[in-house]
Nanobody, 126 residues
Framework: QVQLVQSGGGLVQAGNSLRLSCTASGRTFSGYSMGWFRQAPGKEREFVAA????????IYADSVKGRFTISRDNAKNTVYLQMNSLKPEDTAVYYC???????????????????WGQGSQVTVSS
C-alpha cells in the first residue's frame, strides 16, 4: 500500500513563494517518477511538473517554466514543488502523484499515475 501525504500550500499574495512537499509511506518511490498536477475550479486536472527517480529528467508545463522547481530527496521519500513568482492564475488544488513511467509523454499524462496525494490548496491573491 502506497500513501502520498502532502504538506504546504496556503494563501499568498502574487509574487510570493510557496513550497509543497509530498512524502511517500508504505512502499517507497525508489525507482518511480513523481509528478505534480493542479486542478482549478471547473477545470480539468493539468500537468505542472515531473521528475524521474534519479532527478536527471525534469519537465515543466510552459505556464510554470522558470518559476516552479521540482526536486526530490529519495532518502526521505519526499518530492518538493518550489513555487516562486506566484500568479493569481496559479490558484488551484495541487496534487502529487507517482508513476512507473519515465518517458516524456507519459510523465505529463494524468492517466499514467496510479497513486495520488490528498491535494493542497494554493490560493494566490492579486
Amino acid at each position: 500500500q502506497v500513501q502520498l501525504v502532502q504538506s504546504g500550500g496556503g494563501l499568498v499574495q502574487a509574487g510570493n513563494s510557496l513550497r509543497l512537499s509530498c512524502t511517500a509511506s508504505g512502499r517507497t518511490f525508489s525507482g518511480y517518477s513523481m509528478g505534480w498536477f493542479r486542478q482549478a475550479p471547473g477545470k480539468e486536472r493539468e500537468f505542472v511538473a515531473a521528475s524521474t527517480w534519479s532527478g536527471s529528467t525534469t519537465i515543466y508545463a510552459d505556464s510554470v517554466k522558470g518559476r516552479f522547481t521540482i526536486s526530490r530527496d529519495n532518502a526521505k521519500n519526499t518530492v518538493y514543488l518550489q513555487m516562486n513568482s506566484l500568479k493569481p492564475e496559479d490558484t488551484a488544488v495541487y496534487y502529487c502523484a507517482r508513476t512507473a513511467y519515465s518517458d516524456y509523454a507519459a510523465l505529463q499524462s494524468v492517466y499514467k499515475y496510479m497513486y495520488w496525494g490528498q491535494g493542497s490548496q494554493v490560493t494566490v491573491s492579486s
